[in-house]
């Protein structure tokens, strides 16, 4: 008996301790997420949670490339998670819109712990906020530090370089990058997106695109299409074929020097203890100031049909808090980083280096997400086109130029 009542005070102490908590054993929620690849991570998290509170909440995800469809299908016939993985911008925003999400300004935390632009990806037209931002990632390089050493090559500090580390890989049979275009989103999100910081500059210009003022056939964008043309041609034999989940086993083999991709991928190359990993941020032409992707990912939502609204709130309530976010951060897999204003402590070298790359140059998210998500299938035609050889960079910024006329105007409608 007085075991049992010593923890029933520290439970109410922690409740009283952690903004957000609330007891309620026995209640059981569902998460959903496109994240299947952190299952036993986030579950711990999860039963940290119930620990906590006694509220059980199970983890739910689907295959990546289906979770939207299966969300929303979920969400249609009411049989939608208590709480899900948000992605940002008008994916999400279309979810709230419909009347799917649950509103969340109420939580305090939200604006004591979140910068203005973190909240801005989980936002609606009224200034409602409806998912807690969770998780940022870059775009960057990983490459091979014994390769490099032993061709004597130096990572390179501006696009120019870049080309020229290829073309010296090439020359000695090596194939310089583990990237392909099989997959259709990555040659896009990681590549060029992750390239465009360097061309056109951060929020504040890319701000003038989704006014219109600046169009996506300018200077900038012709040099960034004519710069990823030149990378294109040491991607490796067979790229065609080759798919995102392709390029790490090839990369961490040894079987190609580089490998453009997210921060989200760093944990895999764990799995190949001799690879001597380094990695690099995706350098800037000479003469441009060097930027980079680093893009709100992920948030977390609540389902507005929830039976459970009081226990949904306060589970976003506690992982909108300090607390709350330094146990996220402690399960979050490598290469995520919390998008929380307080610091918080995370673990791995590796991770705490990519994150060290936003150091000193212009940050802002994959360029498109905003307004510009209609024309991702434009972009990914276009740019595996150009990397096949079958269109030029002046086409294709002709192509990207009208499908933002085209959402412009039915924007202004």
């Not at 036993?40 to 490339?65: C, H, R, S």
């Amino acid at each position: 008996m007085k075991k049992l009542t010593a923890l029933l005070l520290a439970a109410l102490m922690l409740a009283t301790l952690v903004p957000g908590l609330v007891q309620a054993e026995g209640v059981k929620l569902t998460m959903g997420s496109w994240r299947s690849d952190d299952t036993a991570q986030v579950q711990a998290l999860l039963d940290k949670y119930k620990e906590l509170t006694g509220v059980e909440i199970t983890f739910q995800p689907t295959v990546p490339a289906q979770y939207n469809a299966t969300l929303r299908l979920q969400l249609d016939n009411g049989t939608g998670p208590d709480l899900m993985y948000s992605r940002t911008f008008a994916a999400s925003k279309e979810l709230y819109d419909a009347g799917f999400l649950l509103p969340l300004n109420d939580i305090a935390a939200l604006k004591d712990n979140f910068s203005a632009a973190s909240l801005e990806a989980f936002m609606a037209d009224d200034g409602t906020i409806y998912a807690v931002p969770y998780a940022a990632v870059s775009q960057i390089v990983y490459y091979n530090k014994a390769i490099f050493a032993e061709n004597n090559l130096e990572v390179p500090t501006t696009f120019e370089e870049l080309l020229n580390v290829a073309q010296a890989l090439k020359d000695k049979g090596i194939e310089p990058l583990a990237n392909g275009i099989a997959s259709n989103w990555d040659i896009l999100e990681c590549v060029f997106l992750g390239m465009l910081p360097n061309y056109v500059g951060g929020a504040e210009e890319r701000a003038l695109y989704e006014a219109g003022e600046r169009k996506m056939n300018d200077e900038a964008f012709v040099k960034a299409l004519t710069d990823f043309a030149a990378l294109s041609k040491y991607l490796p034999e067979g790229f065609e074929a080759l798919a995102n989940e392709d390029g790490p086993g090839m990369f961490g083999m040894g079987r190609a020097a580089m490998f453009i991709d997210g921060s989200w991928t760093v944990g895999m190359f764990d799995e190949y203890p001799d690879l001597d990993l380094g990695v690099f941020a995706i350098p800037a032409p000479e003469g441009h100031t060097p930027g980079l992707c680093f893009h709100s990912d992920m948030g977390m939502a609540g389902n507005a049909a929830t039976q459970h609204p009081e226990e949904v709130k306060a589970f976003l309530a506690w992982f909108a808090s300090v607390e709350g976010a330094q146990e996220a951060a402690n399960l979050l897999p490598a290469g995520f980083y919390p998008m929380i204003n307080a610091p918080v402590e995370l673990s791995g070298e590796m991770a705490m280096t990519i994150l060290g790359l936003n150091e000193g140059k212009v940050l802002d998210y994959r360029f498109i997400w905003k307004d510009f998500l209609g024309m991702y299938t434009v972009m990914v035609d276009n740019l595996n086109a150009i990397a096949r050889g079958e269109t030029t960079p002046e086409a294709a910024a002709e192509a990207f130029a009208a499908a933002q006329e085209e959402i412009l105007a039915a924007k202004a409608e």
